[in-house]
């Protein structure tokens, strides 16, 4: 069965004034159903600027990655991890044009604000990385404290002179050395229950 949904018409206002506003212009669910898919958006009818083929390619091939990391599955990730993909994409796409722009001068200021008006680029993350300090960011998500537990920033913010370094042995060494006695080696026990000893 198929049906179309029509316009909802939902009046505004008080009794006085009577606008009539349309919500939704009509849907044939029966194509959306049958596999059709819904038409590309057009970002703009204007013309883009000159150079505009240089960067295009590039571009496009950002976007199909953004789009193959859109419908990945993410069963058995965290909603984070889900996520971090889109977000390196997203900064490669940025960083590309803002270094084409600021630092290899390669286009010109009308191409570049072309592609921050058509959502190629973020300008809220191109103006951070403008401030000092905020050179290197990866996303705005990190200086956000309200997404975090704690009110805190994220990792990659600390400067690499302040973290902690962790020292711990490979792997393959760890295996080897560790070695879990049985009973009858009662005598080498420790209270844990385990005994580390050196390659026989």
Not at 43 to 55: F, M, Q, T, V, Y
Not at 112 to 120: F, R, T, V
Not at 126 to 148: F, H
Not at 172 to 186: N, P, Y
């Amino acid at each position: 069965m198929c049906t179309k949904v029509v316009a909802c018409e939902v009046p505004w206002g008080s009794e006085a004034q009577k606008p009539i506003h349309l919500i939704f212009p009509p849907i044939d669910l029966c194509k959306l159903s049958s596999g059709e898919k819904m038409p590309k958006v057009k970002r703009s009818r204007k013309a883009p600027p000159d150079g505009w083929e240089l960067i295009e390619p590039t571009l496009d091939e950002l976007d199909q990655k953004m789009r193959e990391a859109e419908t990945e599955p993410h069963e058995g990730k965290r909603k984070v991890e889900s996520l971090w993909p889109i977000f390196r994409i997203h900064h490669q796409k940025t960083r590309y044009i803002f270094d084409l722009f600021y630092k290899r001068k390669a286009i010109s200021r009308e191409l570049y604000e072309y592609c921050i008006k058509e959502g190629y680029a973020d300008k809220n993350l191109i103006a951070k990385w403008k401030k000092q300090g905020y050179e290197n960011l990866c996303c705005l998500r990190c200086i956000q404290t309200r997404d975090t537990n704690f009110g805190t920033n994220c990792i990659c913010r600390v400067p690499k002179s302040k973290l902690e370094v962790v020292m711990s042995p490979p792997p393959s060494r760890v295996t080897s050395e560790l070695r879990v006695l049985s009973v009858q080696d009662s005598a080498l026990l420790d209270p844990g229950g385990l005994y580390f000893a050196g390659p026989d």
